[in-house]
Antibody, heavy 123, light 110 residues
């Protein structure tokens, strides 16, 4: 059974880099479809951060593109999120998710979500 | 790109039907049938209930249905039940290969 689990620091200082890992279990990350990161600020709606393909090709939210890098380690069945120059506005629950390729080959219909990791940006 | 526009709240009595709108533009919702809807209960991750405008994943109640006309999509919940009280978010795949979410609608069962 496919499961996703985020890990990383829960507190990041302003201007630092937020780094998170998503570990995929029960499924191969090389299964030929995209993986995504989504964040949700407290009390607000979700915001798509980006998608990454196992080959490493990426698509990012234009509003975050200058600060976001996503990467993948196929040998560890993990993919990663790095967000630079964070501010308090980046405080959110960060979740990795799988857009189901059986629903649509366009990677937008997320059916499997991790439990989410609250990241607070504060000094 | 701006978030898709949803009403902040919608309410209804048990057994009634309610409809939540989701308005985008000719560059996101308009050109494609790539609209999904999510249900989110407090403290939980979103759960997908509709994809490709009007398709339900296996196990999702047929009380949920979707529709799209022009730049606006909608979700209808029929036979409203107490368990339907939650936040609902629309989402779409855009012409720029990006994903947009709506601001969310809180559904209250009276």
């Amino acid at each position: 059974q496919l499961q996703l689990q985020e890990s990383g620091p829960g507190l990041v200082k302003p201007s630092d880099t937020l780094s998170l890992t998503c570990t995929v279990s029960g499924y191969s990350i090389n299964s030929g479809h995209y993986w995504g990161w989504i964040r949700q600020p407290p009390g607000k709606g979700p915001e798509w951060i980006g998608n990454i393909y196992p080959s490493g090709s990426t698509y990012y939210n234009p509003s975050l593109k200058s600060r976001v890098t996503m990467s993948v380690d196929r040998s560890k069945n993990q993919f990663f999120l790095h967000l630079t120059s964070v501010t308090a506005a980046d405080t959110a629950v960060y979740t990795c998710a799988r857009p189901n390729p059986d629903y649509n080959t366009r990677p937008y219909a997320f059916d499997i979500w991790g439990q989410g990791a609250l990241v607070t940006v504060s000094s | 790109q701006s978030a898709l526009t949803q009403p902040a709240s919608v309410s209804g009595s048990p057994g009634q039907s309610i409809t939540i709108s989701c308005t985008g533009t000719s560059s996101d919702i308009g050109p494609h049938n790539y609209v999904s809807w999510y249900q989110q209960h407090p403290g939980q991750a979103p759960k997908i209930i509709i994809f490709d405008v009007n398709n339900r994943p296996s196990g999702v109640s047929n009380r949920f249905s979707g529709f799209k006309s022009g730049n606006t999509a909608s979700l209808t919940i029929s036979g409203l039940q107490a368990e339907d009280e939650a936040d609902y978010y629309c989402s779409c795949y855009t012409s720029w290969t990006t994903v947009l979410f709506g601001g969310g609608t809180k559904v209250t069962v009276l």
